[in-house]
């Protein structure tokens, strides 16, 4: 089993930044990418970004320019530096960690999620 432990969200003013991170820990053999997701009240959970173990990151159109993921492969840390925030940002935000095990087998693992609220 892997854990997936979010912080750093909370209320900021339109135009604010925060920083999201997340702790994967338990038995894991490989990370394979790890990445964000958010969904606000009444909609679908939809991809912020993504970043592979060793490969290119990936944005939603919607966050380009204003949201940054990086990661530390050592700690197993996945970070979310968003700038410049909207009220339309505002959601939970969830932390994600695609694993291999020693198998071979790909298992999904999502954090517990994280508020974030942008004020106009």
């Known amino acids: 089993q892997v854990q997936l432990v979010e912080s750093g969200g909370g209320l900021v003013q339109a135009g604010g930044s925060l920083r999201l991170s997340c702790a994967a820990s338990?038995?894991?053999?490989?990370?394979?990418?790890m990445g964000w997701y958010r969904q606000a009240p009444g909609k679908q959970r939809e991809l912020v970004a993504t970043?592979?173990?060793?490969?290119?990151?990936n944005y939603a159109d919607s966050v380009k320019g204003r949201f940054t993921i990086s990661r530390d492969n050592t700690d197993n840390m996945v970070y979310l530096q968003m700038n410049n925030l909207k009220p339309e940002d505002t959601a939970a935000y969830y932390c994600?960690?695609?694993?291999?095990?020693?198998?071979?087998?790909?298992?999904?693992?999502w954090g517990q999620g994280t508020q974030v609220t942008v004020s106009s």
């Open positions: 970043i592979p173990r060793g490969g290119n990151t």
């Open positions: 994600n960690a695609e694993t291999l095990t020693v198998s071979g087998k790909r298992l999904d693992y």
């Open positions: 338990g038995r894991i053999f490989l990370i394979v990418a």
